[in-house]
């Protein structure tokens, strides 16, 4: 059972450009949810987190916005660059199941110049 | 600081067989979460220990079992290997308390069960 969804198995877009990516869940207890990156050979890199009682959580060039009623969360990216060429994985977690992430299927990102 | 690593980084087994798989915690963490990554899917929780204990267990079955070291290193443990066993393996390491952002991967297992 899949409780987390990423329907975009990948995205291309232009260097400078905004990359938007996007995650779907279906388990209205999640209250944590996390972005991971990860490059070939390498294990995943936390990116940026949000917790379910805010809607929105800027880090740099990286934001992630939650809809609670949409079950619905997304990142952008802005502007884009080369190196952020890599895989993205939507992750969830329940406060009582610290640690017991559950990921998306990702989403391989291609910046091109 | 150093990070989480693990090894071996490429296993071929046959089928039937037993394998151990070996995880370095970052200096300082406590807990350790095992996940198993196939092709094209994200990584699935196994299980996870803290203080050498099991805290939690995804659903895999009991062929799937762990040991937390008291130096919080940690192992994975898979017997009677089946094919769909073959997938990258992940642990990610953290510190209890300190946030759910703060798990840390590995570069994870290749297996390959021939």
């Known amino acids: 059972d899949q409780q987390v969804k990423q329907n975009s198995p990948s995205l291309s877009v232009q260097e400078g450009r905004i990359s938007i990516l996007n995650c779907d869940y279906t388990?209205?207890?999640?209250?944590?949810f996390l972005w991971y990156k990860k490059y070939p050979a390498e294990g995943p890199t936390f990116l940026i987190s949000?917790?379910?009682?805010?809607d929105k959580n800027e880090d740099g060039r990286f934001t992630v916005f939650l809809n609670k009623s949409a079950k619905h969360l997304s990142l952008h990216i802005v502007p884009s660059q080369p190196g952020d060429s890599a895989v993205y994985f939507c992750a969830a977690s329940l406060t009582d199941s610290w640690g017991k992430l559950q990921f998306g299927a990702g989403t391989q990102v291609v910046v091109t110049p | 600081e150093t990070g989480v690593t693990q090894s071996p980084t490429h296993l071929i087994k046959t089928r039937g067989q037993q394998v151990t798989l070996r995880c370095s915690s970052q200096s300082g963490h406590n807990t350790v979460s095992w996940y198993q990554q196939a092709l094209g899917q994200g990584p699935q929780f196994i299980f996870q220990y803290y203080r050498e204990e099991e805290n939690g267990r995804g659903n895999f079955p009991p062929r799937f079992s762990g040991l937390q070291f008291p130096n919080y290193s940690s192992e994975l443990n898979v017997n009677a290997l089946e094919l769909d066993d073959s997938a990258l393996y992940l642990c990610?390491?953290?510190?209890?308390?300190?946030?759910?952002?703060?798990?840390?991967f590995g570069p994870g297992t290749r297996l390959t069960v021939l």
């Open positions: 990610a390491s953290s510190f209890a308390g300190q946030g759910k952002d703060t798990q840390y």
């Open positions: 388990n209205s207890m999640f209250d944590y």
């Open positions: 949000i917790s379910s009682i805010k």
